[in-house]
């Protein structure tokens, strides 16, 4: 596509469940990222792919957070039994292995009630 | 560990002003920094990217500069408008394959009408 697609935009969600936050790259590029923003803060690195692979994971806060990629493609990070913390807006960027920037999407608002 | 702050946290300037906002990071062995914009609500915007080689970088009425050896960058906006107003964000990043942008926290501007 012609931008990173993210959904959904916003997710109101009940403490304890599970949510599945989707990102869509651009077509062709091999290196995805997700970061998290909560209010008023910066960002924060959760996890890089190159390709379906992640070789670095350590943002990821604890191990209810993980996520996938396939086809070097679509990526989800999923969040498991819902905490009010976890409330923030999720961001995706993606770049192409030949570029040097980021294109980032408009994110998912996260929620937790 | 990389270290990245902005100054001013929050700016608010009369239209038609020229500012400049400041990035400090504190290892110089970056490879490029990137110039963020953030409005309320949304996904992140690509605005400058300058390579460690590089020293500055221009688009329209925005300049932004690079020191790498002072660990500096600054984001030269001229002739303010209220459609400036957003979260100014700039990041760094350490490698070429892999890791992530080290982001700042931001500046927050608001341009008066």
């Known amino acids: 596509g012609a931008g990173v697609s993210q959904s959904p935009s916003n997710k109101v969600t009940e403490k304890g469940k599970d949510v599945e936050l989707r990102c869509d790259p651009i077509?062709?590029?091999?290196?995805l990222y997700w970061y998290r923003q909560r209010l008023g803060q910066g960002l924060e690195f959760l996890i890089y792919?190159?390709?379906?692979?992640?070789?670095?994971k350590s943002g990821l806060p604890s191990d209810r957070f993980s996520a996938e990629r396939t086809g070097e493609s679509v990526s989800t990070l999923t969040i498991q039994r819902t905490q009010q913390e976890d409330s923030a807006v999720y961001l995706c960027?993606?770049?192409?292995?030949?570029?040097?920037?980021?294109?980032f999407g408009s994110g998912t608002r996260l929620t937790v009630v | 560990k990389q270290e990245v702050t902005q100054i001013p946290a929050a700016l608010s300037v009369p239209e038609g002003e020229n500012l400049v906002l400041n990035c400090s990071f504190t290892?110089?062995?970056?490879?490029?920094l990137q110039w963020f914009r953030q409005d309320p609500g949304k996904g992140l915007t690509s605005l400058l990217l300058?390579?460690?080689?590089?020293r500055e970088q221009t688009s329209g009425r925005l300049n932004a500069s690079l020191d790498k050896s002072s660990g500096r960058s600054t984001l030269y906006i001229a002739a303010s408008q209220p459609g400036d107003s957003a979260t100014y964000l700039c990041?760094?990043?350490?490698?070429?394959?892999?890791?992530?942008?080290?982001f700042g926290p931001g500046t927050r501007l608001s341009v008066l009408p």
């Open positions: 960027a993606s770049r192409d292995i030949a570029d040097y920037g980021y294109t």
């Open positions: 077509s062709g590029h091999t290196a």
């Open positions: 792919f190159q390709g379906n692979s992640a070789p670095d």
């Open positions: 290892d110089s062995a970056i490879y490029n």
């Open positions: 300058i390579q460690s080689s590089q």
């Open positions: 990041a760094v990043r350490l490698r070429n394959y892999g890791q992530n942008f080290v």
